[in-house]
Nanobody, 124 residues
């Protein structure tokens, strides 16, 4: 089993640069594809970013490309999401997820483990 705990959310002024962390425990996640998803009120959970195991290749939703950066520190068993130029429409609960299978996928069904989420609110 893998436990994931997100942190770093909160109320952030538009244009701000919060950094989310996802600390994993129970197993090392260096061999897992890791992803970030978000869910705004009344909307479905959507893909934000993912990072592969080999060479840390990253993938992003068009809405965050160029503003958000996903990274991982395998020594700390932790994944990060650096959010720059935050917009009010980025307001959502952000979830960290771990994928056991091969390859990077951008859908929620492809991930086996989920954190409890952390709220990010971008104020205008």
């Amino acid at each position: 089993q893998v436990q994931l705990v997100e942190s770093g959310g909160g109320l952030v002024q538009a244009g701000g640069s919060p950094r989310l962390s996802c600390a994993a425990s129970g197993r090392t996640v260096s061999s897992y594809v890791m992803g970030w998803f978000r869910q705004a009120p009344g909307k479905e959970r959507e893909f934000v970013a993912a990072i592969s195991t080999s060479r840390g290749g990253a993938y992003y939703a068009d809405s965050v490309k160029g503003r958000f950066t996903i990274s991982r520190d395998n020594a700390k068993n932790t994944v990060y999401l650096q959010m720059n130029s935050l917009k009010p429409e980025d307001t959502a609960v952000y979830y960290c997820a771990a994928r056991i299978g091969p390859g990077v996928v951008l859908i929620t069904n492809g991930y086996s483990y989920w954190g409890q989420g952390t709220q990010v609110t971008g104020s205008s």
